[in-house]
């Protein structure tokens, strides 16, 4: 069987690396621009969909969450119906850093599909949800505790 996952993870860790290093001028770092990206695009998400979004667990997502707050990137603001749930908003800060990660983001899938066709990248594409939606099923399955039987 051919290594498509070690394709992918590479891909991946390259241009996380790429963007943590670009982003470093910002104080984004670890991924921290992702998040940072979802609550622009989802303001007024709660921190669990933040997570589901980004497939991460709760406390990888707190963690990012608190130091994008710390640097002044977002703020949580009360649910007005229920005090529990914190609703997460870009500040003016996170709002102004925004479009240069989303000029990074469309620089990065022009190289990185630089010589394909239309055509190519509608199938790349497609090819690759449906192996998302493969992971999913095993994520949400170990995410609610149980093991997988390789």
Do not use: H
Request: charged letters at 35%; one cysteine or more; proline letters at 3%.
């Amino acid at each position: 069987m051919k290594e498509v996952l070690r394709e992918v993870g590479m891909i991946a860790r390259s241009l996380d690396s790429i963007s943590n290093i670009e982003f470093k001028q910002y104080d984004l770092t670890k991924g921290q621009y992702l998040y940072l990206v979802r609550i622009c695009e989802n303001p007024g998400i709660i921190q669990e969909k933040l997570a589901e979004m980004i497939k991460v667990d709760r406390t990888t997502a707190a963690r990012a969450i608190q130091k994008l707050k710390i640097n002044g990137f977002i703020e949580k603001v009360d649910d007005p119906t229920n005090k529990k749930i914190k609703k997460l908003f870009p500040t003016e800060k996170g709002r102004s850093v925004y479009p240069f990660i989303r000029r990074e983001n469309d620089y990065s899938n022009s190289v990185a599909l630089a010589g394909f066709s239309e055509s190519e990248i509608d199938t790349i594409f497609a090819l690759l949800q449906r192996v998302r939606k493969n992971v999913e099923k095993d994520w949400e399955f170990v995410k609610k505790g149980n093991k997988r039987i390789y």
